[in-house]
């Protein structure tokens, strides 16, 4: 696997109140990831970029939520989640020191 293919798999971390909790207690961190994408896939890409060692991936798939404008009504992209486990000892930075 190629950087470039890695960072297709990860598409961004996802900061949220649930996460930043996951990553401080128990050493774990949030993605949205390509929908098509398998835990080992998700696995080598973290790998690959963050230079860690990862000990477990869950992954979670999300329908998308239906959205209107006045009259005109619509849905929102369906999207995968990975919550990847890292082993002890060792973080990603993403905003310290922001």
């Keep these: 696997m190629t950087r470039e293919e890695a ?6 971390p996802l900061i949220t109140e649930k996460s930043t909790d996951l990553k401080e207690e128990y050493n774990k961190i949030t993605f949205v990831v ?3 994408a398998n ?5 080598k890409a ?7 060692s990862v000990i477990d ?4 798939n999300f329908k ?6 006045g009259r005109f009504s619509g849905k929102l992209p369906n999207w995968k989640k990975a919550i990847v486990t890292l ?3 060792q973080k990603v930075e993403f905003f310290e020191g922001v």
């Design 7 to 12: 960072y297709k798999i990860l598409r961004r």
């Design 34 to 36: 390509d929908k098509r």
């Design 39 to 43: 835990k080992i896939q998700i696995r």
């Design 46 to 52: 973290v790998e690959l970029i963050f230079n860690v």
């Design 57 to 60: 991936v869950r992954t979670m």
């Design 64 to 69: 998308g939520k239906k959205v209107r404008m």
């Design 87 to 89: 082993k002890p000892g």
